[in-house]
C-alpha cells in the first residue's frame, strides 16, 4: 500500500488547523504529521517529522511566513511548500514564490483544490490558480522598491511627515523627497495617501498593531 502523504500545517489559528487536519485526514492519500503555530515551532517540527508538504500561512501575528519558508528551504533543500493565506496580495504572492513556495492558494479554495495542489506540489510541480497568476502578472509589470523606499513606505502608512522620516531614518527632508517621487512613479500614484493605499492593497506594508506605535 501507498504511504501517505505526510504534511505539515502551520497556521496561527488553532481552530483553522484542526479544520484543515480534519478534512485531510478523512482521506487515506494524506496524513497530518504536525501543526505548528509560529515560526519556531515550524521549523523544529519541519526538522524532525521531515513532512512531504508543508501547508504554510504567511500571517503568522507578528511573524513573516515567507521568513518561514526560507528557513525551512535552508534547513533541507528541496522541501515543498504550499502556502494557504487568507490574502492575494501581490507583493506577498511575489515573495512567497521567491523563497521557494510551490503553490499559493487561497483559504476559500475548495476542499478538491487543496487537495489537487499537495498532489502537484509532491510530485515538485508548481501550481499557480488563474486569479493568483494574474497577480503575480501584476506585480511583475511594477518596477521593484528599493528596501529604503519601503522603509519610507511603512513611515508614511504610519501618517509620519517628510521631516520624521528624515529624523527617523537619519537622512535629509529633501533625500525623503526625492525617494517620495521614486515611489509615486514606481506605484503610478500622485501622492502620499495613494501611495499608503496602495502600499497596504498590494502586500508591501502590512498593516499590524505595532505598525501604530
Not at 518561514?68 to 504572492?93: K, N, P
Request: contains cysteine.
Amino acid at each position: 500500500m501507498q504511504r501517505p502523504i505526510q504534511l505539515l500545517v502551520v497556521d496561527d489559528h488553532p481552530a483553522f488547523r484542526s479544520g484543515l487536519r480534519a478534512m485531510l485526514d478523512e482521506t487515506p492519500r494524506f496524513s497530518v504529521v504536525g501543526e505548528a503555530g509560529t515560526v519556531r515551532e515550524a521549523v523544529t517540527l519541519h526538522a524532525r517529522l521531515n513532512p512531504d508538504v508543508t501547508l504554510m500561512d504567511l500571517n503568522l501575528q507578528a511573524e513573516s511566513g515567507v521568513e518561514a519558508i526560507r528557513q525551512l528551504i535552508a534547513q533541507r533543500a528541496g522541501s515543498r511548500v504550499i502556502v494557504l493565506s487568507t490574502f492575494d496580495m501581490s507583493e506577498d504572492i511575489h515573495l512567497a514564490f521567491e523563497a521557494g513556495a510551490l503553490a499559493y492558494l487561497l483559504k476559500d479554495s475548495t476542499r478538491e483544490e487543496i487537495m489537487a495542489a499537495i498532489e502537484a506540489v509532491h510530485a515538485g510541480q508548481r501550481c499557480v490558480p488563474a486569479k493568483i497568476e494574474q497577480r503575480l502578472a501584476e506585480r511583475r509589470a511594477r518596477p521593484t522598491l528599493s528596501a529604503k523606499e519601503v522603509e519610507i513606505l511603512q513611515l508614511i502608512v504610519q501618517g509620519r511627515s517628510n521631516k520624521e522620516i528624515g529624523s527617523d531614518l537619519n537622512i535629509t527632508e529633501f533625500t525623503v523627497k526625492g525617494h517620495l517621487k521614486n515611489i509615486f512613479l514606481k506605484l503610478h500614484v500622485s501622492d502620499r495617501t495613494e501611495a499608503a493605499i496602495k502600499a497596504v492593497w498590494e502586500g508591501i506594508v502590512h498593516l499590524r498593531p505595532e505598525t501604530f506605535k
